[in-house]
């Protein structure tokens, strides 16, 4: 089956801060849809990799979206602060991807 050109959008969950070993409090979310019609596809496969910086991801690396468009991950910030980026790749369409960048920060001390 030949798909229609898709996008990537990010959806939420870009530009957090945390602290160093701490689980981002908004997963990142994306959202699949084709480019034209502009409508969510459903049942895509969507590949989730840390491209910079210190991180791991919570959940497995390969989501699969729902009747929204809608796939998501959790991230786990690293011991060493800095930025984070995330990528969001549409298995079936390499060049349909969406960037998240986080930040790690060391924690408060009095």
């Known amino acids: 089956m030949i798909l229609p050109p898709l996008e990537a959008l990010v959806a939420n969950g870009d530009g957090q801060y945390g602290t160093v070993g701490s689980v981002v409090q908004i997963p990142l979310q994306v959202i699949v849809r084709e480019v034209e019609s502009q409508r969510p596809r ?10 910079q910086g210190a991180a791991s991801l ?30 969001a790749r549409v298995v079936e369409q390499d060049n349909a ?9 060391n924690r408060p001390t009095l």
């Open 42 to 51: 459903n049942g895509m496969a969507v590949q989730w990799s840390v491209d």
């Open 58 to 87: 919570e959940t497995i690396a390969t989501t699969i979206t729902d009747e929204t468009g809608s796939a998501s991950v959790r991230v786990r910030l690293g011991a060493s602060t800095g930025e984070v980026v995330v990528r």
């Open 97 to 105: 991807t969406a960037t998240f960048r986080l930040f790690t920060v």
